[in-house]
């Protein structure tokens, strides 16, 4: 059996491998220490039908990040690293709490630098906890961490960014992101197999991929669209096409990330999508606001 603290002594629970000593108070590039560190938990309406039904996710949204995204809605938290720190045991809690308050799954938002602890916190809620487990994800993912979630996980929800490396090096800080993100994704799949939904309509297991529709960035779009059909077929995963880029953090002071996505562009997407056969969802263009990123809080709020 994996002693999960010795995970943390030399840290490569994501592809960047810092080998850093979290156990030691040492941080490594996602800003992440020894203890779990969160900024919100709570119903969240606002992710796929299948995902938030009519009650929402128990969304769990984790400090710290593996990558750095110049528009990232949330970099409060994932690079500002803003929340508050909590036992494994409060985290067992926590998923307790979202699951009474009639959480459709607890789903698990950037939760890579904090695996270990998650599987404790798992192992303590232990059979209480019945909903299922939804691991929200930038994609950039190590396979060995993906494995350590066997059997415990039911629902992948991973976003497929970039195909081209020149994208995701200056707008990620990952040059190898579709490199990782792609064996990630079919790894994914492997682990809990085509999409599976209860008599509601909630997913129960399976993976969404979803792809963020980006300005100017529409034919690299095409290149992962076109990846994905070969490479699965049409029944083995489901497809989330987003429309809700919003010019924030640092993109904008970046010129061609300073607009939002024409809807010429992000049709473009829903089109190529539409072709490949895979079922989805595709988001409405209203999306695209600041109103809809939540709020993050720096200390425990319930």
């Known amino acids: 059996m994996i002693d999960r603290n010795e995970l943390l002594k030399s840290c490569s629970l994501c592809p960047r491998k810092c080998g850093i000593n979290r156990l030691d108070g040492e941080t490594g590039f996602c800003r992440c220490g020894k203890t779990v560190r ?56 926590t998923f307790l709490m979202l699951q009474n308050k009639g959480a459709q799954n607890i ?7 904090y695996v270990p602890q998650i599987l404790d916190a798992l192992d303590i809620a232990g059979d209480r906890l019945t909903v299922p487990i939804v691991y929200n994800s930038g994609g950039y993912e190590s396979l060995e961490t993906l494995e350590l979630l066997r059997g415990k996980v039911d ?11 020149e994208l995701s090096k200056k707008y990620s800080a ?66 989330s096409i987003m429309s809700q880029y919003v010019p924030m953090h640092k993109a904008k002071d970046i010129k061609e990330l300073s607009r939002r996505t024409s809807t010429f562009e992000y049709n473009y997407v829903c089109h190529l999508a539409e072709l490949s056969g895979f079922d989805g969802f595709f988001q409405q263009r209203e999306s695209a606001v600041k109103d809809f990123v939540p709020t993050f809080y720096d200390e425990k709020y319930y």
């Not at 682990?191 to 979803?210: C, T």
């Open 38 to 93: 969160i900024a919100r938990a709570d119903l969240h309406m606002w992710e796929e039908p299948c995902i938030s039904g009519k009650t929402g996710a128990g969304t769990v949204f984790f400090s710290g990040c593996s990558l750095q995204c110049c528009y990232c809605q949330n970099f409060e938290i994932s690079e500002g690293c803003k929340g508050f720190e909590l036992t494994v045991e409060e985290l067992a809690d």
């Open 155 to 165: 629902v992948f929800l991973p976003d497929l960014k970039y195909y081209s490396s």
């Open 174 to 239: 990952a040059s190898d992101y579709f490199e990782r993100a792609s064996a990630a994704l079919i790894k994914m799949v492997s682990l809990v197999g085509s999409p599976e939904f209860d008599e509601d309509g909630m997913l129960k297991r399976g993976v969404v991929v979803r792809h963020l529709v980006l300005p100017n960035c529409r034919h690299d779009s095409a290149k992962l669209i076109g990846w994905l059909g070969d490479n699965f077929a049409p029944y083995e995963l489901l497809l």
């Open 107 to 113: 789903e698990l938002v950037t939760a890579a630098p």
